[in-house]
């Protein structure tokens, strides 16, 4: 397999009142075409910053991605985006949310054709039933099939998702997990995730990329994930996964012990410095 993604030398600085904030700092990765990569690191060490770099929301104040040898300047539909809160319009039905999508990347494309591609797509993600429902009828889960579908139906050589299943209970996200699994072997979809979860990104992943703490952060691991797919849960009861879990689980609790070093240790107030002289 060849890369598909280039990630080379990204600086993100943002300027507020005057005051300079490294985000991200001398990052690089290279991602093969079909292969699914999960970024995983501690809040605010800048994983939906560099998500957002790749999908051309946000510029790099220094370096460039490329996707399918093709330099990154702004947003396109050959890299979609699925969010946490599914931004969806809410006045529309699940099948006119995808259709707005599918109409405007594909004008070229009959009618009829473009209907077979949301309805297709709309119960390719188990939503049969309800396409004439509003996001309002629906629920949590089925929201983000919805946001799902519509990112798939414009056919993307890349997808990106920020944490899509965060706010889903556990049975819910398990289903959708699946599901995207699934997906993902059929049609060899490039995919780059950013999750919180450790279970979440060693069942669907293929490598593991994690950030170091920021401010100023960079990649500290890559871990190869060796597992064939498709998978199942089984995998979670071998000793291989265990190994990995626990190899990923010391690097994020390292991070985090490294965090609380460089913390300085607060002055005591006035009111604590008379206490300590009233007791020596």
């Known amino acids: 397999m060849s890369n598909f993604v280039e990630i080379r030398d990204i600086n993100k600085e943002f300027v507020e009142n005057g005051n300079k904030n490294i985000v991200l700092k001398d990052v690089n990765l290279e991602i093969q075409q079909g292969s699914f990569v999960s970024l995983i690191g501690h809040s605010g060490c800048g994983k939906s910053t560099l998500l957002n770099i790749v999908a051309g929301l946000e510029k ?11 330099i990154v300047k702004r947003p396109y539909r050959d890299r979609m985006v699925v969010f946490q809160n599914y931004s969806l319009l809410p006045w529309l039905t699940a099948w006119e949310n995808v259709a707005l999508f599918v109409d405007k990347a594909m004008p070229r494309k009959s009618k009829n054709e473009r209907r077979e591609i949301i309805s297709s797509h709309l119960e390719m993600v ?6 004439h429902k509003k996001p309002s009828q629906l629920s949590g889960g089925m929201k983000q099939r919805v946001a799902l579908a519509r990112a798939l139906a414009v056919q993307p050589k890349l997808l990106l998702l920020d944490e899509p299943f965060g706010a889903l209970d556990a049975l819910t996200r398990g289903s959708l997990q699946a599901e995207l699994m699934r997906i993902c072997d059929i049609y060899h979809i490039t995919t780059i995730m950013v999750t919180h979860d450790v279970d979440e990104a060693l069942l669907l992943s293929d490598q593991v990329v994690m ?4 401010p100023a952060a960079t990649i500290g691991q890559v871990l190869d994930i060796p597992f064939e797919h498709p998978r199942s849960l089984e995998i979670r009861d071998t000793p291989k996964y265990h190994h990995l879990r626990h190899e990923l689980m010391q690097f994020l609790q390292g991070q985090e012990m490294g965090g609380m070093r460089e913390k300085p240790t ?15």
């Open 266 to 280: 607060p002055s005591p107030s006035l009111e604590g410095k008379r206490e300590m002289r009233e007791t020596r």
């Open 126 to 131: 188990g939503l049969k039933d309800a396409v």
């Open 211 to 214: 950030l170091k703490n920021g």
């Open 60 to 70: 790099p104040t220094q370096g460039q991605v490329r996707v399918d040898g093709q």
